[in-house]
């Protein structure tokens, strides 16, 4: 080979990964903030992309992803979202509950901040209004503290009027205080006794199951919190164990195995019925 077609070809291999780079560097980045841990959530991941790809963005090909996972950690968001605003990304994305939205917001007042929530954005501060949530922060809400009362009704009638209904709560979730206020409210409607149980660690999960077994609690709630998806199987594990009913707040608790109250059957069916006398009484 002579010695111009060497260097040539030389020159054009150092170009090739030089570009490479160049491309990978030129593109977009999301910033991907999460309140819960990676375990677990590989379905809501493969929906998050799968959204993206019928935008036409493809990670890896012309889009790329900073995933950042707090475990179940509040405190530790802030410093998550500063490292994602430190790192220029194109948007945040902020899965989670308000809070990881709410640590993104407090980092920054120019990268578009997206958020999927069960908490109520407006009340918490994380948006002005529904209509116009204002600044750099839009998303979605399920409002699942909302249905707190409901989901207490149902299992008051499911577990068949039990003395007592244990409910798990996280004292370090931002709504917590809105959690307790509403279950206190939705027992008094029922005239049900709630026992409210802090949960802020693994190990927290394994002394409330205890004391539940202690109180002969009937039944139990899980207040709606990604902390508590983390624990998912955990949790569930336990209910079965113990034989304690449960209601969840998401399906995965029950695709995952949760506990079905004895005559839930039944119990449907005469929450349905109830439903259709209603609205033909209307």
């Known amino acids: 080979m002579k010695r ?76 998550l979202a500063a490292d994602l605003v430190g790192r220029q990304v194109a948007v945040i994305a902020a899965f989670g509950g308000n809070a990881p939205a709410q640590a993104a917001k407090a980092t ?27 600044a750099n922060v839009t998303g979605v809400s399920w409002i699942a503290t909302a249905l707190v009362p409901k989901r207490l009704e149902l299992l008051h009638q499911m577990a068949g009027d039990p003395a007592v209904i244990g409910a798990l709560v996280n004292p370090g979730y931002l709504e917590h205080d809105l959690q307790l206020r509403e279950l206190e409210e939705a027992g008094a409607a029922v005239g ?48 079965a164990r113990h034989a304690i009913p449960t209601i969840y707040y998401l399906r995965e608790f029950a695709v995952g195995g949760g506990r079905k109250p004895h005559g839930c059957r039944s119990a449907r069916r005469r929450l349905y019925r109830q439903h259709t006398q209603r609205r033909r009484a209307s």
């Open 192 to 239: 049900q006794k709630i026992n409210i149980l802090h949960v802020a660690t693994a190990h927290d999960v394994d002394t409330a199951f205890t004391a539940l077994v202690q109180q002969h609690a009937g039944a139990l709630i899980v207040a709606n919190d990604p902390f508590f998806l983390s624990l998912r199987d955990h949790i569930v594990a336990l209910a």
């Open 4 to 79: 111009r077609q060497f260097i040539t070809l030389l020159g054009g291999a150092a170009a090739m990964p030089l570009a490479a780079r160049a491309q990978q560097a030129a593109m977009p980045v999301i910033g991907f903030l999460s309140s819960t841990s990676a375990n677990g959530y590989d379905a809501y991941l493969d929906a998050f992309r799968a959204g993206l790809n019928e935008t036409g963005y493809v990670e890896g090909r012309n889009v790329r992803i900073e995933y950042r996972w707090a475990d179940g950690q509040y405190q530790r968001l802030p410093a």
């Open 108 to 134: 920054t007042t120019t990268i578009p901040i997206v958020f999927v929530s069960g908490g109520d954005p407006v009340s918490g501060g994380l948006v002005a209004s529904f209509n116009r949530p204002g």
